[in-house]
């Protein structure tokens, strides 16, 4: 069965940097799309970014595009996130989840929502301070 495990979340001041890990089995980087959602309480999960490595594309959200970058340790199977430039509004519970690139889907419009994902990480808390 496949396990994502995340590490790498914490307390930042605004502008600061922060790298979460997505340690993963079971799955192939070919032929997955890897996404990154945040959530804070009582609001729904939202798109981050993802990424697939067999498109070669990756795609953020407006409000983190410059700021944040997807990528990825084959040997280990691990995909980082590497958040820059942090802001108060970043605050959240941070998910990894992986899901197949299947037929008939649209990468990376399809990709964009939660629906897309078969496996996810605990999650790991980010918080910025002013």
């Known amino acids: 069965q496949v396990q994502l495990v995340q590490s790498g979340g914490g307390l930042v001041q605004a502008g600061g940097s922060l790298r979460l890990s997505c340690a993963t089995s079971?799955?192939?980087?070919?032929?997955?799309?890897v996404g990154w959602f945040r959530q804070t309480p009582g609001k729904e999960r939202e798109f981050v970014a993802v990424d697939s490595w067999s498109i070669g594309s990756t795609y953020y959200v407006d409000s983190v595009k410059g700021r944040f970058t997807i990528s990825r340790e084959n040997a280990e199977n691990t995909v980082y996130l590497q958040m820059n430039s942090l802001k108060p509004e970043d605050t959240a519970v941070y998910y990894c989840?992986?899901?197949?690139?299947?037929?008939?889907?649209?990468?990376?419009?399809?990709?964009?929502?939660?629906?897309?994902?078969?496996?996810w990480g605990q999650g790991t808390q980010v918080t910025v301070s002013s």
């Open positions: 079971g799955r192939t980087f070919s032929t997955y799309a």
């Open positions: 989840a992986t899901g197949r690139l299947r037929p008939g889907t649209y990468f990376p419009g399809d990709y964009y929502t939660t629906r897309q994902y078969d496996y």
